[in-house]
């Protein structure tokens, strides 16, 4: 998932509905909605299995749908199926809806989602999140080994009715199944084109269920998407979406001031001020976090105090105010605001730069033979003044001259997924609001998204204890873990992210939740008369 990750600013109210009921919508032949796709050159993959970033993953949304979806509170309700849990907790079964098909018309099966969550547990398909979003599944350790071909937690009992078993009690299993990981998938594409790159070879044709389609894709440039003929849900108005990719977010919003598009989100700062003038301006809080990583098997960040060094010598109340303008708040913790867990009163390392010398000198006496540092990071997610006051923080306090590599998020992604990235920039969004998420996910030793293959064992056992547990125990329990990676510095917490955009009284249906850009029922976007 990397799906986290659009970005920016603090909380206000704001209003994206129309502001006159006279208003009428376009003529059908009108309805294109110019969708700025803000931070990205391009869509990095439409295969769920894959872990899209926050900007793949508005796409993957509009493509693909499943058994549950969230409303914009980020409540589940049910979309192709219902469902019943048995009194263990630990069988679902889903009931779906008659009738469900891809978009060629491809009937959807309860043997279509034994496919699909079979498929994406495969070694040959490489999927960096599908062992832990799937984990709780029986039999799907031996599937994601290797050891058998069938995930024995899976079963179609007849073509309407699917049935989910799970290992233990997990009490936020519906949040999971929002994952686009859970959608299913068109066995034919995928035989036809092969499990690499199936999904941008067949991105034409078939691939999903979801309100849209791909009609073309021209690459680092745009993406334009058509209703989905079959889809079972209520017909989206537009007639069409054209999603363009803009890196940089101060070009898109200066785009958006020369009406190239129907709206504009991921703000920066230093144009907030211009934005809350606008028509439609609009702030939430967002349940995302800034962090930094460090490289953990390799000089010199493989000593914890190396590590702290860093930590101690950020001023994050500096940062927030003189970079993010106070639209952000300084983080102490992994998890933020508005999530279970979150630690309100936790201090975590302060500012300090007299103990950041200390712990560095500790380890380096003579700083002159430590290793070189490089900050390389995602231009699009952070600002070349914010990348220029951590360097700055980091001279001042440690007398570390740390060379600055800012880059797309497509080769970024890259670099990450290769572990290249010596000290790297991570936005994490809640793929759903629960610890496991945040901590579980990102920081058990040998976990496919741990960066910086940081290893703690007190972290891992406590984070394995607290899955065992339920309530306020497992919340405690997952307490004193981010406690641990955070003094261990496995992430460095550096600010509690808010979204920021401009969505104009005259283009219904779209608003902002607690994950980003949120459009809900597509039926209900369309655009008015302006």
Request: proline residues 8%; charged residues 15%; contains cysteine.
């Amino acid at each position: 998932m990397l799906w986290v990750l659009v970005v920016l600013l603090a909380a206000c109210g704001g209003s994206a509905s129309p502001s006159s009921n006279s208003q009428q919508p376009l003529a059908a032949a009108q309805q294109v909605l110019i969708f700025p796709n803000v931070g990205t050159k391009d869509i990095s993959t439409l295969d769920p299995a894959q872990g899209p970033d926050a900007n793949s993953a508005l796409a993957v949304s509009m493509l693909y749908s499943g058994l549950v979806r969230t409303t914009a509170d980020l409540s589940v309700v049910p979309d192709q199926a219902t469902w019943q849990v048995s009194p263990d907790q630990r069988v679902y079964t889903f009931h779906l809806k008659p009738g469900i098909t891809f978009s060629d018309g491809t009937p959807i099966t309860a043997q279509t989602y034994v496919f699909t969550l079979t498929r994406q547990l495969l070694p040959e398909v490489k999927s960096p999140i599908a062992s832990f979003f799937e984990g709780f599944i029986e039999g799907a350790a031996e599937v994601a080994a290797g050891k058998s071909r069938t995930l024995s937690g899976v079963r179609a009992l007849d073509n309407q009715t699917l049935q989910i078993t799970l290992t233990r009690p997990t009490p936020f299993f519906l949040e999971v199944l929002t994952n686009p990981l859970f959608d299913p998938l068109n066995a034919a594409l995928i035989q036809k084109y092969g499990q690499a790159n199936w999904a941008s070879q067949a991105a034409g044709n078939a691939i999903g269920s979801g309100p849209f389609m791909v009609k073309s894709w021209q690459h680092n440039v745009k993406m334009i998407l058509v209703p989905n003929p079959h889809y079972y849900g209520p017909r989206p108005r537009l007639r069409e979406v054209d999603m363009l990719f803009v890196s940089d977010p101060a070009t898109a919003f200066k785009a958006y001031e020369a009406h190239q598009y129907s709206f504009i989100w991921n703000i920066p700062p230093d144009e907030l001020g211009r934005a809350r003038q606008m028509p439609g301006f609009i702030q939430r809080a967002l349940l995302q976090t800034d962090l930094l990583f460090f490289y953990t098997r390799k000089p010199p960040f493989d000593k914890t105090a190396v590590r702290q060094a860093f930590a101690y010598a950020i001023d994050k109340k500096t940062l927030a105010h003189a970079i993010f303008k106070d639209a952000v708040l300084p983080a102490n913790t992994i998890i933020p605001p508005g999530m279970p867990g979150y630690q309100a009163n936790y201090a975590g390392i302060p500012y300090d730069r007299a103990e950041a010398r200390r712990l560095l000198q500790s380890v380096y006496p003579d700083i002159r033979t430590m290793p070189p540092v490089v900050f390389t990071y995602p231009s699009s997610q952070v600002s070349q003044s914010e990348a220029a006051a951590l360097q700055q923080m980091w001279q001042s306090a440690l007398g570390l001259q740390v060379r600055l590599q800012g880059m797309d998020l497509t080769t970024y992604n890259d670099e990450l997924s290769k572990h290249l990235v010596q000290m790297g920039f991570i936005q994490w969004t809640a793929d759903f609001p629960d610890p496991y998420d945040w901590l579980t996910l990102n920081l058990t030793s040998g976990s496919p998204n741990n960066n910086g293959e940081w290893s703690n064992p007190q972290f891992d056992r406590l984070v394995a204890q607290a899955e065992q547990e339920s309530g306020e125990a497992r919340l405690r329990t997952y307490n004193e873990a981010e406690r641990v990676a955070i003094e261990d510095v496995g992430w460095l917490p550096l600010d509690h992210q808010a979204l920021a955009a401009v969505i104009p009284p005259w283009l219904h249906g779209v608003t902002l939740n607690g994950l980003g850009l949120y459009f809900g029922d597509w039926s209900a976007v369309y655009l008015l008369q302006h």
